[in-house]
């Protein structure tokens, strides 16, 4: 049975594939934007490295025709605590179509090993829309000769004074 959207619901599946793995879970009833993902086995991040540490999940079914035919994806965010010891997800995204074990890229920028233990919160999947290339909505990219002025222009890192 495909999962669907009633009233104001969205029913996102999982299998687990690991019998560690834990469904995605917010904090606070209310206001939260992210669900914790956590590790299913101990991961050792050697400091400067980048590994992948793996959830036991598997995105089973996901509503590709949502409330006006929204579709979704997963997008993998960091999560503060683990930022603040300089291990960050490198940024992912979970396309609904996608049906292998979700891992999280985490990249340790510390000076020393990190070791993620099982059951641990190492990053947040935040529910995203898909505006563009759904049944709706068409993406379409053009090459052209002029660029549109904007109060910003070519100011790129830096350029708002922090």
């Known amino acids: ?16 594939t690991h019998p560690n793995a834990l469904l995605p879970k917010s904090a606070h009833q ?24 793996r ?5 089973a079914d996901c509503p590709t025709n949502g409330i006006n035919g929204a579709q979704y994806y997963l ?3 960091s999560r503060s605590g683990l930022s603040r010891k300089l291990v960050f997800p490198v940024t992912g995204t979970v396309d609904v179509n996608y049906r ?10 510390a000076k020393e090993p990190h070791v993620v233990k099982p059951g641990e919160r190492v990053a947040q999947l935040v529910i995203q829309q898909i505006i563009a290339n759904t049944p709706t909505m068409s993406v379409v990219f053009e090459e052209t000769d002029s660029v549109a ?14």
């Open 75 to 77: 997008d993998i965010r």
């Open 55 to 59: 959830t036991g999940l598997q995105l």
């Open 100 to 109: 292998g074990e979700i891992g999280v890229v985490l990249a340790n920028l």
């Open 149 to 162: 002025d904007t109060d910003r222009g070519a100011g790129g890192f830096g350029s708002s004074g922090v």
């Open 1 to 16: 049975m495909q999962s669907v959207i009633t009233g104001h619901q969205l029913t996102i599946k999982f299998i687990k």
């Open 30 to 53: 209310y206001g939260d934007a992210g669900f914790d993902i956590y590790a299913v086995e101990e991961t050792v991040l050697p400091p400067g490295e980048v590994t992948v540490v």
